[in-house]
């Protein structure tokens, strides 16, 4: 059985930071690149950032480049969002979604929300 478990959301004051990170078991992690999407109310839901199967690359959108960082841990299964300098327009919830290399299989998390609000 295939899980993608977020954590790390919250309630932020602006200008503060979260760190995310999402668990996967049941797929086998190094082949899969790793995304971040968020999903705002009344919203589409949109790529943050993405890491390739072999960490080699990443990519962010223009929202948040320069204020986050996508890496991941091989060894622990394990992709992490570190978001800074927090905005009241990140105000989401965040998802984590795992592509495998064959672009066969698609999973998604269920999700942690993110607050930025004084």
């Known amino acids: 059985q295939v899980q993608l478990v977020e954590s790390g ?11 995310l990170s999402c668990v996967t078991s049941g797929i086998t992690f190094k082949n899969y690149h790793m995304s971040w999407y968020r999903q705002a109310p009344g919203k589409e839901r949109e790529l943050v950032a993405r890491i390739t199967a072999d960490g080699g690359s990443t990519n962010y959108d223009d929202s948040v480049k320069g204020r986050s960082i996508i890496s991941r841990d091989n060894a622990k299964n394990t992709v992490l969002l570190q978001m800074n ?3 009241p ?15 066969v299989y698609d999973h998604w998390g269920q999700g942690t ?3 930025v609000s004084s």
């Not at 959301?9 to 760190?19: A, D, F, I």
């Not at 984590?96 to 064959?102: L, R």
């Open 85 to 87: 300098s927090l905005k």
């Open 113 to 115: 929300q993110v607050t």
């Open 89 to 103: 327009e990140d105000t989401a919830v965040y998802f984590c979604n795992a592509v495998s290399i064959t672009k």
């Open 9 to 19: 959301g919250g309630l932020v004051q602006p200008g503060g930071s979260l760190r």
